[in-house]
């Protein structure tokens, strides 16, 4: 059984920053992409930013030059480091890990990113 813990979501003032945690657990195997989705009220979920395991990463423009994904993968654990904030990126913040073998997907539980203008 997998399990993803997020942390480090919160209210930041436009152009601050936050940086997102996501620790994983459970038959993880090394071979595996990690990440972070978002979901703002009335819109679908997104893909915000990726990771492999080899360290490759895959960015939604609109979060481009902004923000940075990076992992651990000693600790199993990813991160989103969000800078220059804008309203527009306020949503709840879905940690993402797809499992290569047999492509199995899971979800953390989510935390709230708000951004006052």
């Known amino acids: 059984q997998v399990q993803l813990v997020e942390s480090g979501g919160g209210l930041v003032q436009a152009g601050g920053s936050l940086r997102l945690s996501c620790a994983a657990s459970?038959?993880?195997?090394?071979?595996?992409?990690m990440g972070w989705y978002r979901q703002a009220p009335g819109k679908q979920r997104e893909l915000v930013a990726t990771i492999n395991s080899g360290g490759s990463t895959n960015y939604a423009d609109s979060v481009k030059g902004r923000f940075t994904v990076s992992r651990d993968n000693a600790k199993n654990t990813v991160y989103l480091q969000m800078s220059s904030l804008k309203p527009e990126d306020a949503a709840v913040y879905y940690c993402n890990l797809l499992v290569l073998r047999g492509f199995k997907n899971y979800w953390g539980q989510g935390t709230q990113v708000t951004v006052s203008s």
């Open positions: 459970g038959d993880i195997f090394s071979t595996n992409v």
